[in-house]
């Protein structure tokens, strides 16, 4: 099935932990990006990639890091999870930076840090 | 500051038309997207303009007006499926996406 697949879709996690969020899209798209959605707060933008290979820090950057090793696969790292970043996270993936087109997004992962 | 400002909840009427608001101020404008997101789930791409004037798509229908600021979506012929939030976005002069908080549309029988 084309699209985005995010995994897991919901972990608790305990603080000072490592977390890796995965995000894979099997539609060639060049752009991919990470989003935090918060109740109360629109989507923001943690980190994107507009190619394989490169990378660039959105609004909320800090506590995470990604790689765009390849075109499919982008995941999100947390290296050390603290309270503050319980969130939904979305992956989502576009043709490219700049495309007026539209996001396509994951279904998303509920990540609960305790 | 870059903002985007929308209504935090509205009801309707099922059959009834529903007209939702956003406002920006935005560093350039490349465009203004608007999307559905039920709860529980991922936004879904609904409409984007980038010209002034209506666009129409189905039941659905978003206007904009860039030297007001201004956009918004028209929802016709309600249906209980269409209890969702409405998200707005709007593309910056970086291409990057500026959303709102959402919409939440609450549609009763």
């Known amino acids: 099935i084309a699209g985005i697949t995010q995994a897991p879709t919901s972990q608790i996690l305990a603080a000072g932990r490592r977390m890796t969020l995965r995000c894979t899209q099997d539609?060639?798209?060049?752009?991919m990006y990470w989003y935090r959605q918060d109740l109360g707060l629109g989507l923001r933008l943690i980190h994107y990639s507009n190619t394989a290979g490169t990378t660039g820090k959105g609004e909320v950057p800090d506590g995470y890091s990604v790689s765009r090793a390849n075109t499919d696969d982008f995941p999100l790292t947390l290296a050390s999870a603290v309270p503050s970043q319980t969130s939904v996270y979305f992956c989502?993936?576009?043709?490219?930076?700049?495309?007026?087109?539209?996001?396509?997004f994951g279904e998303g992962s509920r990540l609960t840090v305790l | 500051g870059q903002n985007i400002d929308q209504p935090t909840e509205m009801t309707a009427t099922e059959g009834a038309i529903v007209q939702i608001n956003c406002t920006y101020q935005t560093s350039g404008f490349n465009g203004l997207f608007w999307y559905q997101q039920h709860a529980g789930e991922a936004p879904t791409f609904l409409s984007y303009n980038v010209l002034d004037g209506l666009e129409e798509k189905g039941r659905f229908s978003s206007f904009l007006s860039r030297s007001k600021g201004y956009s918004y979506l028209l929802l016709k012929e309600l249906q209980m499926k269409d209890s969702a939030s409405y998200l707005c976005a709007v593309m910056d002069s970086n291409y990057q996406l500026i959303w709102g908080a959402g919409t939440k549309l609450i549609i009763k029988p």
């Open positions: 539609m060639r798209h060049n752009a």
């Open positions: 989502a993936s576009s043709l490219g930076q700049g495309n007026t087109g539209e996001l396509f």
